[in-house]
């Protein structure tokens, strides 16, 4: 990338015969909001730890802003740190939480206290300086922790997983701050999460990772629409993954399914050939539902619905045939939506994906 800040470079990191991140390759932009997607264990971690000098690659290098970081020490970078516990100081208030990030540096009392107060408005904190750590919320805990990794200005915020230990009301607050605050300032963001719908709304670029690897480097909509494995489609929020067989390549590829029968898919750059096992992909909110019989509609038994106010979500089986269950997602179906009734399940094939692997 000709316009990289970051430069992670075959990037391998092992502890005794559990290797971590294998072999690693990715560049990020300055001022990116940066996320390392992907289930626990999957290295993720480990990968924002040696970006921020905390643990040192076995092999590779790092690159941040044209210069090699690969073995320095944490305390000379140009980044700091946020964690999910918050690592808030509980003797400390929140001025001297806030301070603790400037005490390498010689500064006047007068020009810390600016230095804090801006900090604090940074993060809608003013007012709370003298507030002990014990009287906070977690919500403002996270704050006074970003305020502290903020005040020094540093090039790179690492994240780990800092929203993890809020409630959901809470988390999704923070989401939008976060985003915001992010684009204020200007700083390259690089955050760590399991949680596929965070990373979706905060990111301009997401690395989906599994076992020590990136499956697929995009940007959300990218990743959410277009996956570029069934890996991938699994992880990133719901999908329904129909394993199918090909019949014939053409301009389209003809792909049979025990529970939608024959469907005409668009390549999506599989090269593919006659008998050939592969996955369909759609989405819940691809499919539709009617209570009455249509063109093109398939039968279909209701097995589940769930209530979520602006939608609901039905789980259906195939009447006739064998198969997985189908989830669907809509606002408007009219059908009385009890399990064991009959339904007519609607699609468009050309919101199907077809994935190799």
């Known amino acids: 990338m000709a316009d990289a800040f970051i430069e992670i470079a075959s990037v391998s990191k092992s502890f005794g015969s559990v290797t971590a991140v294998d072999n690693i390759s990715l560049s990020i932009r300055k001022g990116e909001f940066f996320s390392l997607l992907g289930p626990s264990g999957c290295g993720k971690?480990?990968?924002?730890?040696?970006?921020?000098?905390?643990?040192?690659?076995?092999?590779?290098?790092?690159?941040?802003?044209?210069q090699e970081v690969?073995?320095?020490?944490?305390?000379?970078?140009?980044?700091?740190?946020?964690?999910?516990?918050?690592?808030?100081?509980?003797?400390?208030?929140?001025?001297?939480?806030?301070?603790?990030?400037?005490?390498?540096?010689?500064?006047?009392?007068?020009?810390?206290?600016?230095?804090?107060?801006?900090?604090?408005?940074?993060?809608?904190?003013?007012?709370?300086?003298?507030?002990?750590?014990?009287?906070?919320?977690?919500?403002?805990k996270q704050r006074v922790a970003l305020a502290r990794a903020l005040i020094k200005r540093p090039k790179v915020l690492l994240l780990d997983e800092p929203l993890g230990a809020l409630d959901?009301?809470?988390?999704?607050?923070?989401?939008?701050?976060?985003?915001?605050?992010?684009?204020?300032?200007?700083?390259?963001?690089?955050?760590?999460?399991?949680?596929?719908?965070?990373?979706?709304?905060?990111?301009?670029?997401?690395?989906?990772?599994?076992?020590?690897?990136?499956?697929?480097?995009?940007?959300?909509?990218?990743?959410?629409?277009?996956?570029?494995?069934?890996?991938?489609?699994?992880?990133?929020g719901q999908m329904n993954l129909l394993d199918g067989i090909v019949e014939s390549v053409g301009e389209q590829v003809v792909v049979s399914s025990p529970e939608l029968g024959s469907v005409s898919v668009g390549s999506n750059s599989q090269t593919v050939r006659q008998g050939d096992a592969v996955t369909l992909a759609v989405r819940p909110e691809n499919l539709s539902l009617s209570d009455s019989p249509a063109p093109g509609g398939l039968a279909v038994t209701?097995?589940?619905?769930?209530?979520?106010?602006?939608?609901?979500?039905?789980?259906?089986?195939?009447?006739?045939?064998?198969?997985?269950t189908l989830d669907v997602s809509q606002q408007d179906y009219e059908g009385p939506g009890r399990s064991g009734d009959r339904a007519w399940l609607h699609f468009d094939s050309r919101n199907f994906l077809l994935l190799k692997d």
Request: charged share 25%; hydrophobic share 35%.
């Open 45 to 66: 971690t480990t990968l924002l730890r040696i970006l921020g000098g905390f643990e040192t690659p076995s092999d590779g290098r790092v690159m941040i802003e044209g």
């Open 70 to 140: 690969t073995h320095m020490p944490a305390h000379l970078r140009s980044t700091n740190m946020v964690f999910q516990n918050y690592a808030i100081f509980p003797h400390l208030n929140v001025e001297q939480n806030v301070a603790y990030g400037l005490r390498q540096q010689k500064l006047s009392r007068e020009a810390q206290a600016e230095k804090v107060s801006a900090a604090l408005a940074m993060v809608q904190l003013e007012g709370f300086e003298k507030r002990g750590a014990d009287e906070m919320s977690g919500g403002q």
């Open 168 to 236: 959901k009301k809470l988390r999704e607050e923070m989401q939008i701050e976060l985003r915001i605050l992010q684009q204020q300032v200007g700083i390259t963001f690089v955050f760590v999460t399991h949680d596929q719908e965070e990373a979706l709304t905060l990111s301009d670029r997401i690395a989906v990772m599994s076992e020590g690897r990136i499956l697929q480097n995009a940007p959300p909509r990218e990743i959410y629409e277009r996956p570029c494995s069934r890996a991938v489609a699994d992880f990133i």
């Open 302 to 324: 209701l097995r589940a619905s769930s209530y979520f106010g602006d939608t609901t979500h039905y789980r259906v089986s195939p009447l006739e045939g064998e198969g997985s």
